[in-house]
């Protein structure tokens, strides 16, 4: 996005007015002179005061933690750290699939020339401050994050919560005033590592019973690129068999913002419009500690073990109760 500037010295500065928070500069920086702001500090110190930590875990988790590490293994290392409980923020992206999925069939192309999704926050930022004239296509509906959060804040109103997921941006949506009351704290899979490191957690090394049973098989295909539009299509076709849904993906800023000149000027029309910051979708962002590669194949097994093959079956979520 070209957010980085010199200043009359000569020194790099972040231009606030393009920058969308995507991370990768973290990632490219060969010298490692950007970093973002850490929140382990505020989480371990509400984990030790007593209060009452529920975190919510991005489906691009499944991998990050070794090959031999299972989901179930990584939710009991972040029980042990004093977290009161872990739910997949493929619950959210669930309640994100039948709102889309609604959105588009009510709006596109009646009321709207084309639709694209709300979950990777960096996106929407690329959209609002470059195109801001199309910036009401983008989908209405609540990014998983939030509709995760805001189950766990429903039933357990006092509670804190933490964000675990592989994104930079997740830190500057949490701060945004319709989220702030949902979202407490926000880490990535690198910092959980290093909280398993320093407390002596060995998550393969931890007995496990039982299975998780938070998201459907879609839900938990959010982690990787395609994987959003795959689920609002399907979620589509339940809805209204005989529509004639084609989807496009985006990956990567440049890519992203090159289709949405092409959207602006009417050639995106019909089209539900995928669109990640980072290449490879979430499996890709700044925050993991494997390779896409690696975790793509990891996430494609953990899908395929949900109870639910459509967000409609899964029996956890009410989306009467969900915020818009």
């Not at 990787?224 to 004639?244: C, S, T, Y």
């Amino acid at each position: 996005m070209n957010a980085i500037k010199s200043d009359y010295l000569g020194r790099a500065e972040i231009d606030d007015s393009k920058c969308v928070a995507c991370g990768n500069c973290i990632q490219e920086c060969p010298f490692g002179a950007i970093s973002d702001k850490s929140e382990i500090f505020q989480l371990i110190k509400a984990i030790t005061s007593g209060k009452e930590v529920y975190a919510i875990i991005a489906p691009s988790f499944v991998g990050q933690f070794g090959a031999l590490t299972t989901p179930e293994q990584v939710f009991d290392g972040i029980r042990e750290l004093g977290i009161k409980d872990v739910v997949e923020v493929g619950l959210g992206a669930d309640l994100t699939t039948l709102n889309e999925a609604k959105e588009f069939v009510e709006t596109v192309p009646e009321k709207e020339p084309f639709m694209g999704t709300s979950c990777c926050y960096s996106w929407k930022l690329m959209v609002e401050k470059n195109f801001p004239e199309i910036n009401d296509y983008i989908s209405e509906s609540s990014t998983p994050m939030v509709y995760t959060s805001h189950h766990i804040k429903k039933n357990h109103p006092d509670s804190k919560v933490v964000f675990i997921g592989p994104c930079i941006s997740k830190k500057l949506e949490a701060l945004q005033d319709h989220v702030k009351d949902y979202v407490d704290f926000v880490i990535t899979f690198e910092e959980l590592m290093g909280m398993f490191v320093a407390k002596e957690i060995e998550p393969a090394e931890i007995e496990v019973e039982g299975k998780i049973k938070d998201a459907s098989v879609t839900g938990r295909g959010y982690a990787v690129g395609g994987g959003v539009a795959q689920a609002v299509k399907e979620r589509i076709h339940e809805i209204n068999p005989d529509m004639d849904v084609k989807v496009e993906c985006i990956e990567g800023l440049a890519e992203c913002v090159k289709v949405m000149r092409l959207a602006k000027l009417g050639m995106k029309n019909g089209l539900l419009l995928e669109g990640m910051a980072c290449k490879n979708g979430c499996i890709g962002g700044p925050g993991t500690v494997v390779s896409a590669a690696r975790s793509r194949k990891s996430v494609a097994t953990f899908s395929k073990e949900s109870p639910y093959k459509s967000p409609a079956d899964n029996e956890n979520i009410n989306p009467e109760d969900m915020p818009k």
